[in-house]
Structures are given as structure tokens and as C-alpha cells.
């Protein structure tokens, strides 16, 4: 593997899904594969998991890792091309991704969306840039437009808990109090296109995620009839795409698309985390041995140790 940046870049998903599997299993067994490499972690967002996760799954296979918040730590980057840097940005990624490729092995980026700017985010700047003047591989942490870790770790997930050879997954919109990507389902959604899963979305009217990503998929309204049998129920909230980065409706109402004990039936409920409890899902589902959240959460660490660990191999 050259790069991870979206899932593309994945050449055979069930191998890796079991290479996954066996180094949950034996951690350490690569622990010298990484010795004297460095990952070089940048993160323009907040993270608890990423950070967390992929700090030990480098440190798994030998690795050293250095994190940097780069918003407050860092100069600030200007990316556009010929710019007459006379205001707030005091570096250019071509500089800085240059230097920083001669201090690392692998450079692993976070940068969410703007949500104002559809065309720029679709673009996506920063991590194409960083691929573009990096001399090293880089690892998208959660890019604008996709989260391929976090949709390897739920494949991980769901390929350990699943019962039946084709388990139906349901992606199911939530409600919010603040505007967020369309990264997680996005990448999820392309996650489940490649698996063998009888796979659909729910969310309302004004939420669908860009046709694009989701041509083949079915989109069904009535959340109820979308859930009927599910046994994967994937929990998420996401921004309007069409009316881009906005929240159309005040919470109460949509709160009727918040996910219940009721609703879920008997699923396994999966959500990325964080969670606002009670707005997303209510704490009935959380608390209950349905809830996947947290086994979905250690997958993290060996989703990311199995990408670093072919991104490093010669
Ligand atoms: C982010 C999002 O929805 O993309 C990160 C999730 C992993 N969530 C929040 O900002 C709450
Ligand atoms: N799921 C996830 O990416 O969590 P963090 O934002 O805490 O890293």
C-alpha cells in the first residue's frame, strides 16, 4: 500500500480484514517492522480515538510517532497556488510537507470540511496536497469528504459479530445540534458496497449523502420500514449535502429520528463515537449489550496498525 487516503487505495479488503484479525490477536507479532520509522501525526481537528488508536498502532509495530495540533502549534498553511501570502497564512504546504517528509516515515492528516464551501471541500485540499508535495505516504485521519479508518475498523467490527454469511446494514440518519461532515457515512457507505451485506440508508428528505457515493444503494424514508430486520444498525448524523453543511430542521424536529431500544429491535447498534447521548441515541441502547461502540472503538488500533504495517513493509 502506497497511501491510505480513501478506500480506493485498499487492492484486496477481505485480506486485510483478516490481517486486521490476526494482529488483534498478536499485537506484537511486527514489533520490529517499524523500528526507526517515524509516523508524523497532523491534526487541524479535535480527535480522542484516531489520536489514540493510531499512536498505539504505530507504536504496535515499532514505530516512533510524533503528534502536532497543528491549529495551534504549527504556522498556518496557505494552500492556494501563486498566492501573495501578505495575510494570515505564514507557510506554504509545498515547504512544509517537503520538510516534513525528511522528519518522518509517514505522514498521518486531519482536516475536516469547511461545510460553506461544497467545491473546495469536494476538492479536497488539504490531504491532496499533502499527497501532492509529500515525499512519503500519507494516512487520511479524517479527511472532508472521507474517514477510511474508521470504515475499515466497522468492517473489522461487523465481520466479527455478524451470524449470517449476508447480514443486513442499516445506515441511519440522526438528528443534531451542530453541523457536521459527511465523511463517516460516506466511507462507511463505500465500505458496505465492497462487503457481502444487504445494505440501505435511512435519513429524511434533504439528507441524502452525494449520489454519487451512494449510486446502487437503496434509500428508504420510513426509517421503520428500513430498520425491519436489520442486525447491524449504524447510527449517524450528517450535515445536508444538497443544501451543503446546513442543518435544515431545529432538533425537535426531527428527534423523532433519534434511535430507541424500540426501533433498533433486536440490531447491534455501531456508531463512530463521540455520541451525544439522548440526541443520537438514547442512553437505553448505549448501555445495552447491543451496542457495539466500544469493541468498534478498539478496532481502531488494529485497522490502523494493519494499514501502517503495509504502508511500512518493503
Ligand atoms: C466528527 C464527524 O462527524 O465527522 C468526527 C467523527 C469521528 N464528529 C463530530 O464532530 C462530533
Ligand atoms: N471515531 C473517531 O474518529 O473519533 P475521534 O474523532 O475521537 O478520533
Redesign the pocket.
Known amino acids: 500500500m502506497k497511501k491510505y487516503t480513501d478506500l480506493t487505495d485498499i487492492s484486496n479488503l477481505e485480506a486485510l480484514i483478516e490481517e486486521a484479525k490476526a494482529l488483534k490477536k498478536d499485537p506484537f507479532s511486527f514489533e520490529n517492522l517499524g523500528k526507526r520509522k517515524r509516523l508524523v501525526m497532523l491534526f487541524f ?9 493510531t499512536e498505539k498502532a504505530a507504536q504496535n509495530l515499532g514505530m516512533d510517532v510524533t503528534v502536532m495540533n497543528f491549529n495551534s502549534d504549527a504556522w498556518k498553511l496557505e494552500f492556494e497556488d501563486g498566492t501573495v501570502m501578505n495575510g494570515d497564512t505564514s507557510e506554504h504546504i509545498k515547504e512544509a510537507a517537503q520538510v516534513i517528509s525528511q522528519y518522518a516515515d509517514v505522514i498521518a492528516v ?1 482536516a475536516f470540511p469547511t461545510l460553506t464551501d461544497k467545491k473546495k471541500d469536494e476538492s479536497e485540499y488539504v490531504i491532496n496536497n499533502f499527497v501532492k508535495y509529500a515525499t512519503i505516504p500519507v494516512l487520511n ?2 479527511s472532508a469528504t472521507a ?1 477510511p ?2 470504515a475499515l475498523a466497522d468492517a473489522i467490527t461487523i465481520s466479527e459479530f455478524k451470524t449470517k454469511d449476508r447480514p443486513k446494514v442499516v445506515l441511519s440518519w440522526a438528528p443534531h445540534t451542530k453541523a457536521l461532515p459527511q465523511a ?1 457515512p460516506n466511507s462507511f457507505a463505500a465500505m458496505m458496497q465492497l462487503c457481502d451485506v444487504d445494505f440501505c440508508i435511512t435519513n429524511p428528505e434533504g439528507y441524502d449523502l452525494n449520489p454519487e457515493l451512494t449510486k446502487g444503494t437503496k434509500i428508504i424514508r420510513n426509517q421503520k420500514e428500513a430498520l425491519q430486520d436489520a442486525d447491524f444498525v449504524y447510527v449517524k448524523n450528517w450535515s445536508s449535502y444538497t443544501n451543503y453543511g446546513e442543518i435544515l430542521n431545529p432538533f425537535e424536529t426531527n428527534k423523532n429520528w433519534t434511535m430507541t431500544q424500540e426501533k433498533l429491535g433486536v440490531a447491534k447498534f455501531m456508531h ?3 455520541v451525544r447521548r439522548n440526541v443520537v441515541v438514547e442512553d437505553a441502547v448505549l448501555d445495552s449489550n447491543q451496542s457495539l461502540v466500544i469493541p468498534q ?1 478498539n478496532n ?1 488500533t488494529f485497522a490502523a496498525q494493519v494499514v501502517l504495517k503495509q504502508i511500512i513493509s518493503p
Do not use: F, G, K
Open positions: 481537528n479535535s480527535s480522542l480515538r484516531t489520536r489514540l488508536s486531519r485521519m479524517e474517514h479508518l474508521q463517516v463512530c463515537l463521540p472503538a481502531r
